[in-house]
C-alpha cells in the first residue's frame, strides 16, 4: 500500500480552461480513453461508488483511476486495493480540478494504457462545476442523508452532469427524502440527466449504472 | 415570506483579506456583537441546526442571520419563519465568503440592532475555510452520514474550528460512523476544538451547544 503514486499537480498555464478542456477531449478521443469526471459533497460515497464500479467492469475495461485531494490518501488506498491502476493528485488545497490538472494526471496514469479512465474530483459541489476537466462524461453522486433539495441550491452542478447517481437508498426510512420531488428538481436543472438511484454499500442499482456506463464507454472507444 | 431581503455581495475590494478581517472583528467588537460562522458540506443541516439555536436563544439575545447561498433563496425562507431578522447573501457563483463580504451583510443586518449574528456559510468543506470572515469564533457541523474520517480528508477546514457539532446522532446505528475515531482526528487537527455531537431534528445536545454559545456570546459582548 505504500506504493501510491502522488502527483502534485501544478496551476495551468492556459488562460482558457475552456478552450483546454476540448482540447483533451480531442487527445482522449485520438486515444480511444474514455474519462469520467465524478463529483459529489464530501462523505456521499465517491470511493465506495468507485470500488463498486471498478468491481462491475474492471474485466471488460482496463481502468486507471485519479483520486484527486486536497493533501490526504486516504482514498487512494482504498482504490490501490482493487488491483486497478491508480495515482493520487494532491491539489495543494484548491478546491477543483481544471483541465491541465486532469491531463497532468492522465499522462502518469499512460492513456495507451487506459480504455476508462476515472477522476474522482475534490469533494465539493460549487467549484469543480464551473471548471471542464475535459471529461468526455461527468458524474455526481447525490446521496440520501444531504437531502433532495440540493438541486435548487447547487444549480450549476446539476446542469453540468449526465447522469446522477442517488446513493445511500437503503437509509431512505430514516430521513426525509422524497426521490420523485429530487427527480422533478434534477430534471428543472437538466432535462436530459439520467437519474440512477443506487446503493453502493449493498450493490444495488450498480448494474444499472454499469450498464449506462458501458454504453457510453462503448460508443466513446469504437 | 416574499419579504426576504438579497443581497448581491460584491467581491472585495481589499488586497488583504486577513488584515481587513481583523478589522471587522474590531469593529464587532466596538458594537458589542459576537459573529458566528457556520459552515459544513452540503446537506449536513445547517438549517436546522439553525432554528433549533435560534429557538433557544432567541429570547436572551437580539439575533440576525445572514443566509448565503449561490444563488436560491430556500435556506432564507425556513430561517425567516423563526421570527428573526435575516437576510440572503447571493454570492454570485463565488464558493465561500470573504471578510468584506460579511461586512456587506453585516450593514444590511444593522449591527446595532444585533448582539448576535450568524452568517451561514456556502456549503462547502474547502474553500471557506480558507478565507477568514471576521467572525468571533467559527463552527462546523459534521452529520453522521459524511463519515469519521472527514477531518483527514478536508485538514484545515477541522484546524480552523473553535467548535465541531457532529450532527444526526439519531442515526448512527445505520452508518459505520465511530464517534471516538472521529474526536480524535479532529483533535490531531485542532487540540483545542470543542466537539458537541447533536440531532438537530430531535433537539438532543442543543442544550450543551446554546450553553457554549451563550458562554462566548456574553464574554464578547460584555
Given at each position: 500500500m505504500d506504493n501510491i503514486r502522488v502527483i502534485e499537480v501544478k496551476r495551468s498555464v492556459f488562460e482558457s480552461n475552456d478552450q483546454d478542456a476540448e482540447r483533451l477531449r480531442g487527445e482522449l478521443k485520438e486515444s480511444k480513453t474514455f474519462l469520467l469526471n465524478l463529483m459529489s459533497s464530501p462523505g456521499s460515497g465517491k470511493t465506495t461508488t468507485l470500488t463498486r464500479t471498478i468491481e462491475a467492469l474492471k474485466d471488460k475495461y482496463r481502468?486507471?483511476?485519479?483520486?484527486?485531494?486536497?493533501?490526504?490518501?486516504?482514498?487512494?488506498?482504498?482504490?490501490?486495493?482493487?488491483?486497478?491502476?491508480?495515482?493520487?493528485?494532491?491539489?495543494?488545497?484548491?478546491?477543483?480540478?481544471?483541465?491541465?490538472?486532469?491531463r497532468q494526471g492522465l499522462k502518469e496514469l499512460g492513456l495507451e494504457d487506459v480504455d476508462f479512465a476515472i477522476l474522482e474530483n475534490v469533494g465539493n459541489l460549487?467549484?469543480?462545476?464551473?471548471?471542464?476537466?475535459?471529461?468526455?462524461?461527468?458524474?455526481?453522486?447525490?446521496?440520501?442523508?444531504?437531502?433532495?433539495?440540493?438541486?435548487?441550491?447547487?444549480?450549476?452542478?446539476?446542469?453540468?452532469?449526465?447522469?446522477?447517481?442517488i446513493n445511500k437508498i437503503d437509509v431512505m426510512p430514516y430521513f426525509d427524502f422524497d426521490l420523485e420531488k429530487c427527480k422533478e428538481y434534477i430534471h428543472m436543472r437538466n432535462p436530459k440527466a439520467k437519474v440512477i438511484p443506487i446503493c453502493?454499500?449493498?450493490?444495488?442499482?450498480?448494474?444499472e449504472w454499469a450498464k449506462w456506463l458501458s454504453e457510453n464507454i462503448d460508443e466513446s472507444i469504437k
Open positions: 481502468i486507471g483511476v485519479m483520486e484527486a485531494d486536497i493533501d490526504s490518501d486516504v482514498d487512494a488506498k482504498t482504490i490501490a486495493a482493487t488491483g486497478v491502476k491508480s495515482i493520487q493528485l494532491h491539489t495543494g488545497g484548491m478546491c477543483h480540478l481544471d483541465a491541465d490538472m486532469t460549487v467549484c469543480p462545476a464551473e471548471f471542464d476537466t475535459g471529461s468526455t462524461k461527468n458524474a455526481m453522486i447525490l446521496s440520501v442523508p444531504e437531502g433532495h433539495d440540493k438541486p435548487l441550491k447547487y444549480p450549476l452542478m446539476f446542469s453540468i452532469c449526465d447522469v446522477v447517481l453502493a454499500k449493498t450493490g444495488e442499482g450498480i448494474e
